[in-house]
């Protein structure tokens, strides 16, 4: 019976430092992803990191794009060959005509709909 109880403790101890190495794990994965560490940025009055001119490829069709976003909230969008598309920032919600798009930090720059703009 002592023998039993010892394997069923020693079973419960090795899931225990497995499920903690796994976690660790987790964590160490989320603070070296390619964005950097998460954080919550909806409870932030300003949306500072926001704020400024970033370059990158639209996630959907793959086009080059330089979008700038000012602090009263006004959004201008340039695609190479094509005339400049306005819209509004507000949150984390950039809008530019049909088009409504989630926005994060991430490493400097943003990320919209998945895809990474530099400064």
Known sequence: MNKLIG??????????TANAIAGASDVRLAQNSW???SHDYRDERRGDWAFGTFRG???????EETIS?????SAEVRTPGEAPKYGTF?????TVG???SKVQPARGGIV????YYRR
């Open 35 to 37: 964005y950097g560490p």
């Open 98 to 100: 049909s088009r409504i």
């Open 112 to 115: 919209i709909d998945g895809a």
């Open 7 to 16: 394997c069923l403790a020693l079973a419960a101890g090795l899931a225990a």
């Open 57 to 63: 490829r639209n996630g959907a069709n793959g086009s």
């Open 90 to 94: 507000a949150g984390e919600t950039l």
């Open 69 to 73: 976003i000012r602090p009263d909230g």
